[in-house]
């Protein structure tokens, strides 16, 4: 049942991450697919990180913020890597 709950916080972050950095929402389905895999990848990596420095979120409202800060991290990174078109 955890990882049901963390895919469906991940993909809830993503997208709430990709209307806050694009200020739109995604527009195809593949769109919304990036931004849930972004979440989940963000929810992820927010989580073994603050599991490393000794921090943990003690219910699902905070493991959706620390998965949307992430997403929102790994969106900016992205963009800083990859090219425009």
Same mark, same amino acid.
């Given at each position: ?23 739109? &929402?995604? %527009?195809?389905? #593949?769109?919304?697919?990036?931004? =849930? !895999? ?6 992820? /990596? ?8 000794? &921090?943990? %979120?003690?219910? #699902?409202?905070?493991?959706?913020? =620390? !998965? ?6 790994? /969106? ?10």
């Amino acid at each position: 049942m955890d990882i049901i709950l963390w895919l469906v916080l991940g993909a809830v972050a993503g997208i709430l991450a990709v209307i806050a950095i694009y200020r739109t &929402l995604p %527009a195809n389905t #593949w769109q919304w697919g990036g931004a =849930v !895999a972004i979440g989940v990848l963000g929810g992820w /990596l927010g989580g073994w990180v603050t599991g490393l420095i000794g &921090l943990d %979120a003690v219910n #699902w409202l905070g493991s959706l913020v =620390v !998965a949307f800060v992430s997403a929102v991290l790994v /969106l900016l990174l992205l963009r800083r890597v990859m090219p425009s078109r």
